[in-house]
């Protein structure tokens, strides 16, 4: 089996078919069977609009940034990919192959 790691960069307030996208796109890794699913919320970022957004205790944004980050097949990822491709997320999709040590 060859693994790969898809990780999907978005804003903690975008929506994907009007529902929070993050918590969407888990629900969907979940439905598939994928094999494991983790967001991370940032504590400072900025993306193509170039407006920086940071966590801190004077400023509470409400639009942090967000990784979705996916292991599992490659294949399966590919597709997995796709699918959300397809329903038009507003972010940055990145998959890639990776080597792993651990085995069940």
Request: net charge neutral.
């Amino acid at each position: 089996m060859e693994y790969g790691c898809l990780k999907i960069y978005i804003g903690e307030a975008d929506r994907l078919g009007g529902k929070i996208a993050y918590e969407e796109i888990v629900k969907m890794a979940f439905k598939e069977g994928l094999k494991g699913a983790t967001v991370y919320r940032g504590i400072l970022g900025f993306g193509l609009k170039r407006h920086l957004k940071r966590a801190d205790f004077f400023t509470l944004s409400e639009d942090l940034p967000i990784i979705v980050e996916i292991i599992d097949d490659y294949s399966l990822l590919e597709v997995f990919a796709d699918k959300i491709k397809a329903r038009e997320l507003d972010g940055l999709i990145i998959l890639s192959k990776v080597s792993s040590s651990y085995h069940r």
